[in-house]
Structures are given as structure tokens and as C-alpha cells.
């Protein structure tokens, strides 16, 4: 039980959609990091939020967008789906953006299944 | 670009037998490096790190070494579990934000 919850759990959305997935961090927690889990691999970096900034971005196009609230909860918002947007998406909050010194807390994901 | 290789699974090892899962990395600059374990309907959680060369990383019985020379970070356990069952991804991070660069996890069963 890391503390970080995720929702919905599971999604089937279709190509051309708009989704909205939500993470609730740890308490305490100022910094959330998204990733995507595509079936058999690892976790790729979306972006990052710090204190309700954007505050590094992995290799995704800007219909990737997110929020981070003044409470540190954050949302992932992905526009016009594709079918390879079909994924596990993983919330990660931390104390701190620095990965040597803050551990990253994970939640349990949002499967999205785009048809 | 950075990147993470590591061991295809399933590996599939008997309770009490020695386990490697190799991993090594391509880095610009200094990486740390990390191994991450999910166990069955549970969320990525740290297993162990290090942040510099030859430091050694341990947790719960698992061990890994920083080895510079030969761009590696192998996870080693002297006797395994059945509870150790799970996915294990080791990863690097560069530049001071918490952008983790995953290997494709090796899955591991471990049998009575």
C-alpha cells in the first residue's frame, strides 16, 4: 500500500476520444510523474509536476496534458486516442523531484483499452 | 539516447536457488540506478539503489552493485522465496528529476 491511488481502474474508450485519468498522491507529496506501460514493457515518462508546474516531459506529443492541483492530486488528459495509446497508466509521487533522494511512491495504474 | 537493457523472462527458479537478473545501461553523465519490483495486483515499489560507482544497493535480501566499468547493475538474491515471485525492472535516472528510464522487466516464478 503505497498511499497513491489511481481511477478509474480500468477504461474502454475509442479512437478519436478524450480521456481524463486522476491520481491522488501521498500525503504530503508535492511532486507527481506520469507514466505509460504499454503490455510487456516498462514504464515510459510522460511528464512530471512540481507544485503545480510541468517540470520535465518525456518523448509524447502535446495532446498528452496534465494538471496538478493546489492539494498535489493530478490528472493525466490524453485528446484524439489512438489505438497505441492503449496502455497502463502509472501515477508516481514523490516528497521531492529528485529521484536519488526521493523514492517514488506508485499507484496501482489505470488500464486503458482504446477500440 | 539513455537506455536500460535487461534479461528476458520468465526466469524460473526453485524456493532456496540463487537468482541473477542482469541489467545494464547506456548513459550520458552520471546515472543512478534502481530496481523496482510489482508484485500480483500491486503498484511499482523501489526495491533498492545506488547513486554513484561501486556503491551496493540492498533491501530485503536482494543485492546490486554500480559497476561503472562494465555499465551494469545485475540483481542477485542468495536464496529466493516463493513471496518473490513478481516483475522485476531495474532503471537509471539522469538529471536530477524524477524522469526513470525502465528496462522491460523480467518476470520471476519462484516454486515450491
Known amino acids: 500500500e503505497t498511499g497513491v491511488t489511481q481511477s478509474p481502474t480500468h477504461l474502454i474508450k475509442t479512437r478519436g476520444q478524450q480521456v481524463t485519468l486522476r491520481c491522488s498522491s501521498q500525503?504530503?507529496?508535492?511532486?507527481v510523474s506520469w507514466y505509460q506501460q504499454a503490455l510487456g514493457q516498462g514504464p515510459q515518462f510522460i511528464f512530471q509536476y512540481y507544485r503545480e508546474e510541468e517540470n520535465g516531459r518525456g518523448n509524447f506529443p502535446p495532446r498528452f496534458s496534465g494538471l496538478q492541483f493546489p492539494n498535489y492530486s493530478s490528472e493525466l488528459n490524453v485528446n484524439a486516442l489512438e489505438l497505441d495509446d492503449s496502455a497502463l497508466y502509472l501515477c508516481?509521487?514523490?516528497?521531492?523531484?529528485?529521484?536519488?533522494?526521493?523514492?517514488?511512491?506508485f499507484g496501482e495504474g489505470s488500464r486503458l483499452t482504446v477500440l | 539516447g539513455d537506455s536500460v537493457t535487461q534479461m528476458e523472462g520468465p526466469v524460473t527458479l526453485s524456493e532456496e536457488a540463487f537468482l541473477t537478473i542482469n541489467c545494464t545501461y547506456t548513459a550520458t553523465g552520471y546515472p543512478s540506478l534502481f530496481w523496482y519490483v510489482q508484485y500480483p495486483g500491486e503498484g511499482l515499489q523501489l526495491l533498492l539503489k545506488?547513486?554513484?560507482?561501486?556503491d551496493k544497493g540492498s533491501n530485503k535480501g536482494f543485492e546490486a552493485t554500480y559497476r561503472k566499468e562494465t555499465t551494469s547493475f545485475h540483481l542477485e538474491k542468495g536464496s529466493v522465496q516463493v513471496s518473490d515471485s513478481a516483475v522485476y525492472f531495474c532503471a537509471l535516472s539522469v538529471g536530477g528529476y524524477n524522469k526513470l528510464i525502465f528496462g522491460a522487466g523480467t518476470r520471476l516464478a519462484v516454486h515450491p
Open positions: 500525503s504530503g507529496h508535492n511532486t
Open positions: 508516481a509521487s514523490s516528497l521531492n523531484r529528485d529521484p536519488d533522494t526521493g523514492e517514488l511512491f
Open positions: 545506488a547513486t554513484k560507482a561501486d
